[in-house]
């Protein structure tokens, strides 16, 4: 018996290669991104600047896609379409702004490493999505995780942090909706990339765009071109469309179940980089992520379709 309930055939062997590549490329993007997100916006960059970075860059590249589609596809309701939006600049906006609240270590555990749960919730209170029994258990481990990366104690003790810990996990949700949005949206990876590029980008162009400016003339050229670069073209168009052809090929919830291995991928990058070891209760979660990634995969369970 399936897992989720689904009227799309089994995919073959090689187009299911292609989805886990793409999900694996995405997740070390985005271990990227947050790094490079967390450094901006507390030192360089207001968030509305760095957003008109992020979505200004690929709604240039992107802008044959846009031309083809319009500003609005005809056969996109509205409902699918704020489901994808959200996934533009309120996500970036809330993001970034839980990013100035929580520590580096918790960026992780609490946005990629609960997408795949929102993706499950919301598949199962909305689309009726049935999850098998080893899936269950992979989304309980790594909560499990989450909650040891993080640190029980951190997460609750009311310290503060807990602002951006609420602005992370709306993040979390917000892609969790996207991720159903685009499945059912009938568009190509390109072009939802090109449409959510293409309103965020006008979105925060009035308030992003004056901050950049006055960064230019305080000589901050240098890292406004790297975030350029790590914000437009890596997160902006190939972490967009890497997830949608992920989603395409595996399907909604094994695509976002991959996401937690960002999670160990950005504390390695911690190491070297910020100089930050993880405890061993963070590592302990890294392992139960881990392991909860393969057994939420899906890869386990005979006959499941995406």
Known sequence: MSDIACTTPRPSARPALLGWLAALATVTIWALWAVATRHAVTHDLPPAAVGVLRF??????????SWRIGLYPKDLSPL????LLGSGAPFFLIVAWGMQFAPAAEIGPLLPGTMPLFVALIGWLVFGERIGGMRVLGFGLILAGVVCIGGY?????????????????????????YTHAYRRSGLSAFQAAALIALWSFLGLLPFGLPPLVRALGDGLGGPILLQAVLQGLVAGVAGIVLY????????????????????????????????????????TGIVLATLGVVLASGIFSQGSKP
Not at 56 to 65: D, H, K, N, R, T
Not at 154 to 174: E, K, M, P, S
Request: charged share 10%.
């Open 56 to 65: 200004g860059v690929p709604a240039l590249v992107l802008i044959p896609f």
């Open 80 to 83: 699918k379409a704020l489901g």
């Open 153 to 177: 104690g951190v997460l609750f003790a009311g310290n503060g942090a807990w602002r951006g810990h609420l602005l992370l996990l709306t993040g979390a949700c917000l892609w969790g909706v």
């Open 244 to 283: 949608g052809i992920a989603i395409d090929r595996l399907g909604a919830s094994r695509a976002a179940a991959v996401s937690p291995l960002s999670i160990v991928l950005a504390a390695l990058i911690a190491i070297p980089v910020l100089k930050e070891i993880p405890n061993p209760a963070a590592w």
